[in-house]
């Protein structure tokens, strides 16, 4: 029974095309790398995809998202291959979403509303599914309309007065009460949580921070020698993990927290800043990076970004490049493709610009436990500095 219901949910998995705009100033492996990503959330949805679709412009239409042409061939590929859902790489307005589902008559999500969707199964402590559900209802409010399409037959003046109008009015009323009770719920949860913070206060606080799928939670699991949840999807951790670590006789604390993105949806972020208090109030952040990604040095960038709107970009860091064994060294020469190109080792990283622009900066594989020791000391060295500025009159035997 077990082998026939796993076979029935693989055949009921939804299929997906995806659809970007190459904008300007915007290579075209950029927007592959971009498209990749985003099939990696399908993908960590449940879903397969099995095309992109992509087109230059100016902008996004302000209609469609793409010009009418484009829309017409996504439309026969859709209706050829039965394709369920159609995913585009930007958040849609209210009129696009309701402009593209009329023409291809399939269900259309954006990221955000994909972003939504994974985070709202992740989501596992009363703090998590209450931010999610507010997040929620706050991206739903601006498209109230298109839930209710099957009201346009009744035809009304110029308005179109009616029971649709009530419908919607009454709906979004609802959904403002529900958004209020949501933000009181939060702030007790948030006045539970600091009391929380303030009781673990005498310890050193370290915080992990980075893109999604970096190896944070491998990092923690091998410091902590904890259980934390951890695979290869996207926001595999969503509610933050604070766990106690020894490192030789020096005791701190160690969080978790969710993995950044390019393109999270705003209201995401307002909800989760909460969820962020652990950077913003850590002593020390490790900055972890996937140096095997081809686009590491974005990905940089955008936790970067991130960090400074949360107001803890200035904090001590120390850069961690994780997966080293599964990095591959650029080809340097296009006409010679054939060469192969020797692996990079430990030192080749040290001696590396990487080393150079971000002191001080490790480089480990997690999951093979290699240079683990350097990371190790290296953090307790600056644990063991703050620690003693704080406590000078605690004769720990350093």
């Not at 998202?65 to 394709?83: H, M, N, P």
């Not at 930007?90 to 009129?95: A, K, M």
């Not at 005791?251 to 989760?272: A, M, N, Q």
Request: with cysteine.
């Amino acid at each position: 029974m077990g082998k026939q219901k796993t076979y029935d949910t693989a055949l009921k998995q939804e299929r997906a095309v995806l659809v970007g705009v190459i904008t300007p100033g915007e290579k075209p492996e950029q927007t592959k790398e971009y498209l990749d990503e985003l099939a990696f959330l399908v993908d960590t949805a449940g879903g397969k995809v099995e095309k992109n679709f992509t087109q230059k412009m100016l902008k996004p239409d302000r209609a469609t998202f793409v010009g009418t042409g484009k829309l017409e061939e996504i439309q026969a590929y859709v209706k050829a291959e039965e394709i369920d859902m159609v995913v585009f790489d930007d958040e849609l307005s209210p009129s696009q979403l309701r402009n593209i589902e009329r023409e291809l008559q399939v269900k259309i999500l954006d990221r955000s509303n994909l972003i939504l969707d994974i985070f709202a199964g992740r989501a596992q402590t009363a703090q998590a599914k209450t931010q999610v559900e507010l997040a929620q209802l706050q991206y739903l409010l601006p498209r109230l309309t298109r839930l209710w399409t099957h009201l346009e037959r009744q035809k009304g003046g110029i308005g179109m007065r009616g029971p649709g109008e009530t419908q919607i009015e009454s709906d979004r009323r609802m959904i403002l009460e529900k958004i209020s009770l949501l933000k009181e719920r939060l702030k007790l949860i948030d006045r539970q949580n600091e009391t929380q913070r303030k009781n673990r206060s005498a310890l050193i606080r370290v915080a992990l921070v980075g893109y999604t799928n970096v190896g944070k939670s491998t990092i923690m699991n091998m410091l902590a020698k904890s259980d934390v949840f951890a695979e290869n999807k996207l926001f595999a951790t969503l509610d933050t993990t604070v766990r106690k670590v020894v490192i030789e006789n020096l005791p701190f604390l160690l969080s978790d927290t969710v993995g950044f993105i390019r393109k999270l949806p705003h209201h995401l972020v307002e909800c989760f800043k909460s969820t962020l208090d652990e950077v913003r109030e850590a002593d020390i952040l490790v900055h972890v990076v996937d140096v095997s990604h081809p686009n590491f040095e974005d990905q940089i960038h955008t936790v970067n970004e991130t960090l400074n709107d949360l107001g803890a970009r200035d904090k001590d860091t120390i850069m961690i490049f994780n997966k080293i064994d599964a990095y591959v060294t650029p080809e340097k020469d296009e006409f010679n493709l054939e060469e192969e190109v020797a692996p990079l080792t430990l030192a080749d990283f040290k001696k590396s610009w990487m080393a150079h622009n971000n002191a001080p900066a490790i480089f480990i594989s997690a999951t093979q436990k290699e240079n683990v020791e350097e990371f190790k000391e290296l953090l307790y060295e600056k644990v063991k500095a703050i620690h003693v500025n704080r406590f000078p009159y605690d004769k720990l035997l350093y």
